[in-house]
């Protein structure tokens, strides 16, 4: 499956490159050998999918180090933008350098990189700062901490980026508390959920029927206008790594409507993100 006339942007993908970029000591997940994923590598990836562009999100492993993702963007102009990580201390100059070379968003990683991030007193300052850029809060979160973090998110006024589903434990069903406080979210208006990495939510590996469900409510919550697509490439710390087709592939059954599609793979990133053409 392909988008149309090729325009599909990949929402969710990360640059490993430690051989011009080494990883740092500290916080975050440092891939192991052969996880690795270059530019180029990620180039050739999209083009063999009939995809044009990408969402660079920064690795955890990285730390506030965006070497890597701005690189790519350099190299590949009008191809790229990304979700970059910060620290609150960054200067008001740092983060609009950050904004012209083509940040448009910071990464909350609440599961594995720095949990108390939007529960810390000067969380709502950092997040009126990233909204006078235009910026969106991306978040990763364990379903314990969606109720927190949604309360502090709402308050803010920034737009938000839901990884990853906005769920971690899919045996909890729909009904629970912090997937409901995704989707109220998203009943805000401000919100956009991501469709991606699939592999790190569900154990039916293949064909993720049991995310249906989930998908079902997250277009009812969010409008296909506010719902994009991911890959999570290059499928790193899984025990089984899937194939591009493969996370590719439910969009077929979850958006049957070829306009609809469309719409999650190409105009709405296009939109969302300023991507031109």
């Known amino acids: 499956m392909k988008p149309a006339n090729g325009h599909g942007v990949d929402c969710h993908a990360h640059i490993i ?54 690189d790519a963007i350099e190299a590949y102009p009008g191809r790229f933008k990304a979700i970059a990580v910060i620290d609150a201390k960054f200067s008001d100059r740092t ?57 502090v998110l709402k308050a803010s006024g920034i737009r938000v980026l839901v990884d990853h589903f906005g769920v971690r434990d899919i045996a909890s069903g729909t009904g629970q508390k912090g997937f409901q406080a995704v989707l109220e979210l998203g009943r805000g208006g401000l919100a956009v959920v991501k469709f991606s990495s699939p592999f790190r939510v569900s154990p039916a590996m293949g064909d993720y029927a049991d995310l249906d469900p989930f998908v079902e409510k997250l277009l009812s919550a969010f409008g296909v206008k506010n719902c994009i697509w991911g890959s999570d490439w290059p499928f790193i710390n899984v025990p089984k790594r899937p194939t591009y087709a493969e996370v590719m ?29």
């Not at 012209?100 to 968003?105: D, E, Q, T, W, Y």
């Open 17 to 70: 490159d430690p051989a011009r970029f080494p990883l740092p000591a500290g916080r975050g997940y440092k891939p192991r050998p052969g996880e690795g994923g270059t530019r180029e590598e990620f180039c050739a990836t999209l083009d063999r999918h009939g995809m044009s562009r990408g969402l660079l999100v920064q690795l955890s492993g990285y730390g506030t180090d965006n070497a890597p993702i701005l």
């Open 95 to 151: 983060l609009e350098d950050l904004a012209r070379a083509g940040v448009v968003g910071v990464r909350f990683n609440l599961v594995s990189f720095d949990p108390s991030v939007l529960s810390r007193p000067d969380a709502p300052r950092l997040l009126q700062r990233l909204k006078s850029l235009g910026w969106f809060a991306q978040v990763y979160s364990s379903d314990t901490q969606w109720q927190q973090a949604a309360t």
């Open 249 to 277: 592939a439910p969009l077929g059954r979850w958006l049957p409507n070829p306009d609809d599609r469309a719409r999650v793979l190409a105009h709405n990133p296009a939109r969302l993100f300023g991507f031109e053409g």
